[in-house]
């Protein structure tokens, strides 16, 4: 989905603001971001691992829902990129943070995927402004990295609740993430690029 900036506040200001089924999805899944956090600060494992994949399902069900009755719109497609950072960045900093029975999340993997986050929501903005389009869908890498991610929390509370300590698993798992974590910013970075190319 790409809007031209002279048509954005128009769509803005009519049909792209409406409320449907599928944002609706998206607030309640934003409303679990606090009630997660919470559970894992209390070290509350099982009830972490239970409300999060709620929440992937959740991701899951307004995107299956938004193509199936057809009311994909600007302001569902925006909340629903914008809570997934929230979500999964929100997780990852309190695993940082927390005194975890099992693994500790690198501080610097935290930094590092919220610096890929905030060079992508800057160079989104200058496009826009430089190029009058906002694009907003999602590559197949930045997909895949938003699934590693879902499942790779999911699997660590699934370890904190049993004790269970896979070393070699968790570095693992951690170097794939960081392997697609940097693949999506350089797609994200050519798809930029291009666009600006085409001014």
């Known amino acids: 989905m790409a809007l031209n900036s002279r048509q954005l506040l128009k769509k803005i200001s ?4 409406i409320i449907t089924i599928p944002t609706l999805l998206t607030f309640f899944r934003l409303i679990m971001v606090p009630i ?8 509350q494992w ?7 994949v709620i929440a992937v399902v959740s991701d899951i069900a ?11 719109t600007f302001l569902g497609a925006c909340l629903d990129a914008i809570t997934d950072k929230v979500l999964i960045l929100s997780v990852f900093f309190t695993l940082a943070f927390t005194q975890s029975p099992l693994f500790t999340i690198p501080l610097w993997f935290v930094w590092l995927i919220l610096l890929k986050e905030f060079l992508l929501i800057a160079g989104a903005s200058f496009i826009f402004v430089f190029h009058g389009d906002l694009p907003v869908e999602p590559t ?10 879902s499942l790779f929390i999911i699997w ?3 370890c904190y609740f049993f004790h269970w300590m896979p070393e070699r698993t968790y ?9 697609l974590v940097l693949l999506s910013f350089i797609s994200y970075a050519k798809i930029g690029i291009s666009l600006l190319r085409k001014k």
């Open 36 to 43: 997660v956090v919470l559970a894992m600060v209390r070290n």
């Open 46 to 52: 099982g009830i972490a691992f239970w409300l999060f």
């Open 62 to 72: 307004d995107g299956l829902l938004a193509r199936w009755l057809n009311v994909k």
């Open 171 to 179: 570095y693992a798992a951690l170097g794939l993430l960081l392997a």
């Open 156 to 158: 660590l509370f699934f």
């Open 140 to 149: 197949w890498i930045g997909k895949a990295t938003m699934v590693a991610q």
């Open 14 to 17: 009519s049909e792209e603001l």
